[in-house]
């Protein structure tokens, strides 16, 4: 079962964020993510399946390279299939452990891709 949304952890994740080594390791968590094949189509297929504007946020508690646990928000299908995109994935090693990185993902549909009438 996924770990719940919590605000505090979310903090602590857009905390990290501001420090020099947070930025280091959202960098190459960014990377070693982006640089797995299959990644890009798993979060491709999420967007297929759950069309129109979509936004998830959330953090990744990292307590070693590749143990690890994606917690997203809101509560819903899309969230849910994006999370299963990005788990179980070879991640680097945090700086400590655990490690609570931010997250955000929104998708912007095309304006071109409204139906026309």
């Keep these: 079962m996924a770990a719940e949304f919590t605000q505090d952890l979310y903090n602590q994740a857009k905390q990290n964020a501001t ?3 947070g930025k280091a390791y959202d960098e190459a968590l960014s990377k070693a993510l982006q640089a797995q ?3 890009r189509p798993a979060i491709s297929a999420c967007t297929k ?5 979509q936004t998830a ?3 990744f508690v990292v307590k070693a390279a590749n143990s690890y646990e994606v ?3 809101p509560s819903n299908a899309f969230t849910a299939c994006l999370g299963k995109a990005l788990s179980n994935r070879s991640v680097p090693q945090p700086p400590k452990s655990p490690w609570v990185n931010d ?3 929104t998708t912007d549909p095309a304006p071109n891709a409204a139906k026309k009438g």
């Design 19 to 21: 420090t020099a080594e």
């Design 37 to 39: 094949a299959d990644v």
């Design 49 to 53: 399946q759950h069309p129109g504007r």
């Design 57 to 59: 946020f959330g953090y």
């Design 71 to 73: 917690v997203l928000a």
């Design 103 to 105: 997250f955000m993902f």
